[in-house]
């Protein structure tokens, strides 16, 4: 690619005195407030405040989501609690490598590296750190795909408690850390949603002097 | 698949501003990621129109692009009432049988504290999912048929999008799947024609967002809406 070094500079609707709607990609006049076409809400200056306040929300609530139980499972009159690392060394132990893997990215190394990343890409904007190339624009994207992918590990709670009830031999129930984890993972999914991907260029094409 | 850029245009944008804001911008492209302007110029059937900065895919017209969506719209909402209605799967171990629907699956969390989430777990794999296939087939469904857009079609739309992020029938598949590996040892383990349904549904919603270029179908509906 020619532009990996440096972004090319490129006429913005911000900088023509227009404001494009996000949703459907129409300019509109810069008083707009809302979308001509999809009547879409046109945001006046696209800060970073609301993207704070989801990501801290959302890592608030991913503590109790580690430290309380996930799953609670009766056997034979037994009880035991499953948090969420747990239920990944259960799962190493009876062998289930791949699965073991599935989960352990899901609900433990997405949700960190979302938090990372978001923080990241909030400081680079807010700061002006220079950029390079894509990357931002593309952790982007993946943490914006990648974010509703987390909710696995709350369905399988969710089928496991529903199938698994045989009385005395065995059933499963969900624990509270479930609702914190879905939590979490709604908390950062809204961070990601708040954060206006157009500041990371704008914060390229005018850099701190 | 052959790429074609849009041109940028920095002319357009200055005889957008001096004018009354009216129908000046309405010949503009702004690329929703990275706010680039452009002028909308045609692009051939079939191939797409990228951002030249972001790569953002602004235009790509496709012949009955409209008639697919809507069909595999309709599918999706066929497939995922069987999936809501049928036995979705079956578990025994120890002479005990145990059948579950995804309804069962939802309302495991309805007891004590987790009570909000049993809610919240229904919306996303159920209501949601059907609430926007409905709307995406009311907002785009005249169209593809050669009428007008229905009154209030672009409403529709917009919240079928809004909601886009929120369904999540095709995670809870999985999830599925990462359960039955975790309960395989304890107890043999039968799959209802729901959980089939669900699987075609997820193969069907990835083929349905690869027909769609929102920002060609945001033109399409503005242009044939008369209300």
């Known amino acids: 690619m020619a532009h990996t070094r440096t972004t090319q500079p490129v006429l913005t609707a911000h900088a023509a005195g227009l404001r494009g709607c996000r949703t459907c990609g129409r300019a509109n006049a810069a008083s707009a407030t809302t979308c001509r076409r999809c009547g879409a809400g046109l945001s006046h200056v696209p800060g970073l405040q609301l993207v704070w306040a989801w990501l801290i929300a959302g890592m608030v609530v991913y503590v109790p989501a580690n430290v309380y139980p996930m799953l609670r499972t009766q056997t034979m009159g037994r009880t035991q609690d499953n948090t969420i690392l747990g239920g990944v060394f259960d799962l190493v132990q009876s062998g289930y490598w791949l699965v073991a893997f599935i989960v352990f990215f899901a609900s433990i190394a997405i949700p960190v590296a979302k938090f990372v990343v978001i923080a990241y890409l909030a400081l680079a904007v807010q700061w002006r750190w220079p950029m390079r190339g894509h990357a931002r624009h593309r952790l982007y994207e993946v943490v914006e795909f990648i974010g509703r992918w987390s909710m696995i590990d709350v369905f399988v709670v969710a089928i496991l408690s529903a199938l698994v009830q045989f009385n005395l031999a065995a059933t499963v129930a969900p624990g509270i850390a479930a609702v914190s984890f879905a939590l979490s993972v709604a908390f950062t999914m809204l961070a990601a949603q708040a954060f206006d991907p157009r500041l990371i260029w704008r914060a390229a094409e005018s850099p701190m002097q | ?227």
């Open chain 2, 1 to 227: 698949m052959t790429t074609k850029t849009l041109q940028t245009a920095p002319l357009a944008a200055a005889a957008a501003r001096s004018h009354t804001p009216g129908d000046s911008t309405a010949g503009l492209v702004v690329c929703p990621t990275c706010d680039a302007l452009y002028k909308l110029t045609p692009v051939p059937v079939g191939t797409r129109g990228r951002c030249t900065r972001c790569g953002t895919t602004l235009s790509f017209p496709r012949e009955r692009a409209m008639s697919r969506i809507v069909m595999l719209a309709a599918t999706s909402l066929v497939l995922l009432s069987a999936a809501v209605f049928f036995p979705f799967l079956e578990l025994s171990a120890g002479g005990m049988t145990r059948r579950a629907s995804v309804f069962d699956a939802a309302l495991a969390f309805s007891t004590g504290l987790t009570l909000p989430l049993a809610l919240a777990t229904l919306a996303f794999i159920i209501l949601l999912p059907a609430l926007r296939l409905t709307l995406i087939i009311y907002a785009l469904a005249p169209m593809s048929m050669g009428w007008y857009a229905a009154p209030r079609a672009i409403t529709a739309f917009r919240w079928a999008e809004a909601m886009r992020p929120w369904a999540m029938a095709e995670i809870f598949v999985i999830g599925v799947a990462v359960a039955l590996v975790k309960v395989a040892g304890l107890a043999s383990v039968h799959l209802g024609i729901a959980f089939w349904a669900m699987v075609l549904l997820v193969l069907i919603n990835v083929l349905n967002d690869n027909f769609m270029c929102r920002l060609t179908l945001w033109r399409t509906l503005e242009q044939r809406s008369r209300f």
